[in-house]
């Protein structure tokens, strides 16, 4: 996606659409040309918290104008698609998208996908395997109130005694560059500090976005961290957020700036009606395949072993017990699994090169690994 402001695009609108059903692939140099098309789509049927992301500059996608898209990038030489998320589309018209999908390709690997998703994806042939969990939150009931809450209420409480204040505001209003020196700030932190995440997490984009709102925490005047919270759609209305990006330089302090930005930002979006807020993907979390889903045994000892002994590449365990504060299976907050799903055989020989497109570059993580332990 072009880094323009898109709330200043013409919007056609979904109806005139519905007249005609394009099929097509559209290579990653042609998105500007079709975010007319993906809009509409995106705002009527984007109700995961990876929707938005699809978005995001170098994807491909396969569009089917009169019912919805697939997100994707091509690995393996370009034969082989990983597919972002859910198919952006009504669900009863998912099986139908996916299908004509796989005339053109035979093999695709969908990657986060949703329990309705592994559903229609394991009537027709593919081999499902848990990759991880997503905790969410239901504005309206969640709250810090109760003994479970104590923990994050002390945050809250730190917080305020250190004069830490949150306000909303636009990148423009804030501007482009202090928010990368945050940024700057964060990644230095980190064991790659080159680089940041992507396709599974949409790259920041410094500037003004369609229904994208940011958070910015302030201490003595100064910018000390921000959130940017992308939207969560359903039937043409925004019903929630994601925080995508948390960037905050929290040394020093005994409370995470993060987490206080998100407090402030449920408030907001909990007078303003909404819904929902995605706390993200806990990768490689309580993976256990308990036999669901047909599944690749060897696929699921990886991913364990990785969880367990590969947190110097990655802090699984440290994400996953963070979002565990919010106490899942409490009153307003649950825990869903998280799926990827593949035509047999596995490709297992297509790892590297799944984790490289998400910005992850193994020997560099390594490499930063033992830095860290110098």
């Known amino acids: 996606m072009n880094q323009t402001n898109l709330a200043n695009i013409a919007l056609p609108s979904t109806e005139s659409l519905s007249n005609s059903a394009v099929l097509s692939v559209v290579p990653a140099d042609r998105n500007a040309t079709i975010i007319d098309q993906r809009l509409p789509l995106l705002k009527k049927y984007g109700?995961?918290?990876?929707?938005?992301?699809?978005?995001?500059?170098?994807?491909?996608?396969?569009?089917?104008?009169?019912?919805?898209?697939?997100?994707?990038?091509?690995?393996?030489?370009?034969?082989?698609?990983?597919?972002?998320?859910?198919?952006?589309?009504?669900?009863?018209?998912?099986?139908?998208?996916?299908?004509?999908?796989?005339?053109?390709?035979?093999?695709?690997?969908?990657?986060?996908?949703?329990?309705?998703?592994?559903?229609?994806?394991?009537?027709?042939?593919?081999?499902?395997?848990?990759?991880?969990?997503?905790?969410?939150?239901?504005?309206?009931?969640?709250?810090?109130?109760?003994?479970?809450?104590?923990?994050?209420?002390?945050?809250?409480?730190k917080s305020k005694k250190d004069g830490l204040v949150v306000k909303e505001q636009l990148c423009s209003e804030v501007g482009a560059d202090t928010l990368r020196a945050i940024s700057q700030r964060w990644l230095r932190k980190k064991i790659v500090r080159s680089h940041e995440l992507s396709f599974i997490v949409r790259p920041v984009v410094y500037t003004d976005e369609m229904d994208v709102r940011i958070f910015v925490a302030y201490k003595n005047d100064e910018p000390v961290g921000f959130n940017v919270f992308d939207p969560i759609y359903r039937s043409g209305q925004i019903i929630g957020y994601v925080p995508n990006h948390l960037r905050a330089n929290n040394e020093g302090n005994n409370y995470s700036i993060q987490d206080i930005i998100i407090f402030e930002a449920i408030h907001k979006f909990k007078e303003e009606g909404k819904e929902i807020m995605s706390l993200g993907f806990c990768p490689l979390h309580k993976v256990n395949d308990s036999g669901e889903f047909r599944h690749s045994r060897l696929l699921k000892g990886l991913l364990q072993f990785a969880y367990e002994h590969a947190n110097y590449l990655y802090k699984f365990k440290a994400?996953?017990?963070?979002?565990?504060?919010?106490?899942?299976?409490?009153?307003?907050?649950?825990?869903?699994?998280?799926y990827c799903a593949y035509k047999d055989p596995i490709p297992l020989g297509l790892l590297p090169e799944i984790i490289n497109l998400m910005g992850i570059n193994l020997f560099e993580q390594i490499a930063g690994a033992c830095r860290q332990l110098d």
Request: charged share 25%; proline share 4%.
């Open 47 to 157: 109700s995961t918290f990876l929707s938005y992301s699809s978005l995001q500059k170098g994807l491909d996608y396969y569009m089917q104008s009169d019912c919805g898209y697939i997100p994707y990038s091509l690995v393996n030489k370009g034969g082989v698609p990983i597919c972002l998320g859910d198919p952006i589309c009504a669900e009863d018209r998912s099986h139908e998208l996916i299908k004509n999908f796989l005339a053109k390709y035979s093999h695709p690997i969908f990657f986060h996908v949703s329990k309705n998703l592994a559903d229609i994806l394991d009537s027709m042939g593919f081999s499902i395997n848990e990759i991880g969990t997503e905790v969410i939150l239901d504005m309206q009931r969640f709250s810090l109130v109760g003994n479970k809450m104590r923990f994050l209420r002390k945050q809250v409480n």
């Open 319 to 338: 994400l996953a017990f963070h979002k565990s504060r919010y106490r899942p299976g409490s009153d307003g907050c649950k825990e869903e699994k998280v």
